[in-house]
C-alpha cells in the first residue's frame, strides 16, 4: 500500500517536472533544446534499460539502431519527402527490421558474447555512413535538411520554429513509450522477462522458450531506441555518423547504470545528470568525458545501483 | 501404461562415463528414489531426463512419447518439472512473483499483455493455493532472496509443482538442511505424493531419508546401476551392502 503510494508520488512528480520544464528551465540557466535532448537521451536510456534492468540482456551496441533511426529520418526528409511524421514512420521501420533481423543472429549468444556481437554491427552500420559520403555526408554528416511543421489540415504546429511547441512534440512521443514499456512490464509477459533476468535455468524449465522471449524484448528495446534516434535527428537537423558508434551505445549504458537500472525512472536521472553534465562541462573544458567518466566510477563504487538506488534504499529502511 | 521410461541411456563426456545404461520405469503415482554417492551420475541422469543435457546412447519415453531429443521447455508442457540441486529461483523478486510467474506460464499466459479479471482471479487464487500448500502464506511479500536455504527449496519445488506435472524431478531436495528443515521438507514431498497421487524421482545420497520414502529405489555408483528395486529389495542387495550401505548405515 504504502509502496504503492510512494510510486504514484514519484510519478506525479516526475510528470509535473516534463510538463512544466519549458516554463522555468531558462530561469536556472538551461534552454528548451537542451530540456528536449534530455527526454530523448532518456528515452534511449529507458528503451535500453528495458533489455538491460528487465530483461537481464546486455547490449553494446544500441548505438546502431538509434543511428538508423535517425539516417532513417534525416535521408527521408531530404531526399524522399519533405515530411517530419513520413521521416520518423521510416526511421522508425529501418530501425525495427534491422534489429529483427541481427537479433535472430545473435540471440543465442549470452552475456558478454552478445554484448561484443552487439558492437560489432553497430559498427557495421557506422562504417557505412562513415564511408557512403555522397548520400550520408560520411564524416561530416546528413546535413542540408531540418524537420517540417506538422500540418494536421484544420491546425499546424510549427515545431521547427517554435523550440517550446519541438518539445512538447516530443514530450507526447516520450510519454507514449514510456506507457507503453510500463504496461509491458506490468503485465504477464513482462513478469517472464524477469524472471529470464532473475534466473534463465529456472526460467527455462518453467517451460519458457528463452531465446524466443529474449528476441522479443530486444526487439522491443530496439524499437523505442529507433524512434529516440527520429527525434534526435529532429531536434538537430542534422545526422551524425557518430550517433551510430560504439561509444554513444556505451553512453546509454552508462545513463542507465547512472541512474539505477533497476528503476524504472532511473535512466531518466541518468540521461539528465549525463547531459546536463555534458552541456555545463564542455563549456569550460573540451575534456568533459573525464568528468563525466570520474562522476560515473563515484556512482558505480558508492551505490552500485545507481542514484534512484539510493533513494530506494533508504525507503526500505 | 507407464509414465516415464528410460532405455539404457548413456552419457560420456570426453572419456569419462558420468552415467553407463541405466534404466528405469516409473508408474503413474509413484515416489522413485535413485541413491548413490557423491559423482555416482545421479544429477548428470536427471539432466538427461529433462533435457538439459542430450545422452550420447539410449531413449527416454516420456507418456508412450520419445522426448530423447526434446527440448527442456517442450518436456515441461509435457508434463515434467524439475528442482535443481543448487536451489535455482528468482532471489529479487517476491514469494508470491515466483510462484505467480510459474502460474501464468502454466496457464499459456507468458506472452499476454493483459489478463480478464476472471483469468486474473484464477491465478491469483492458484498461487495462494501454492502458497498455502506449502506453507508460505507469511511470507507472501518477502523477497525470496531474503528467505532461508530451506523456505527456498520449498519455493522452487512448489514452482514446480504449479506447473501441474505428471512427474516431478527432484534434485537433492535436502541437501545442505538442518535436521528441522529436512523433516519440513520430507513432510512436504510425502504430502504431494498422498493429496495429489504426483509420481515424483528424487534423488538422494542419504539413503535413510529415502528408505521410508520411496517406494522403488535405484542405486547407482560411478555411473552404472548396482541395483534396482523396493526399499527392501534394495536393502539386502549384497552388492549394495558392501558398496553403499555399510558406510552410510554405519
Ligand atoms: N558438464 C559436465 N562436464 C564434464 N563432466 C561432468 C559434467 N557434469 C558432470 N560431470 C562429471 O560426471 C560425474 C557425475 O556427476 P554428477 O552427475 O553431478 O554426480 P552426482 O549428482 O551423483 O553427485 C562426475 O564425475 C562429474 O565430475
Ligand atoms: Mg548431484
Redo the contacts with the bound molecule.
Sequence with gaps: MDRQYQKYVGDFIIWSVLLTMPLWLHLVGGYTPLGTRVLIMALAAMALNFLLGYTGVLSFGHAAYFGLGAYGAGLTIKYLIPNTLAGMGVGLIVGIVAAAIIGLLIIRLRGIYFAMVTIAFGQVFYFIAYRWNNITGGDDGLSGWSRQPIDLGFFKIDILHDEKAFYYFVLFFFAISVAIMAAILRSPFGRTLLAIRENERRARFLGIPIDRHVWMSWLISCTFVSLAGTLYALLNNFADPHDLRWDQSGDFVMMAVLGGMRSFWGPLIGAAMFVVLQDYVSSMTSNWMSFIGLFFVLVVLFCPRGVLGIIRRRQVQ | MSLLRVENITKR?GS?V?VGGASLTVEPGQLYAVI?P????????FNLISGFLTPTSGRIIFNEEDVTNLLPAKRVWRGMARTF?ITEVFPELSVFENLQIAVETASGFRLRMRLSPSEKQKVCARTEELLEISGLSPKARRLVGELSHGDQRAIEIMMALALNPRLLLLDEPTAGMGDQETHDITQLIRRLHRDQKLAMVL?EHDMRVVLHLAERIMV?AEGCMLAEGTPKEVTSNEAVQSAYLGTAAA
Design positions: 563426456f569419462l558420468a548413490g557423491n559423482g555416482a551420475g545421479k544429477t548428470t541422469f540441486q534423488i547407482l
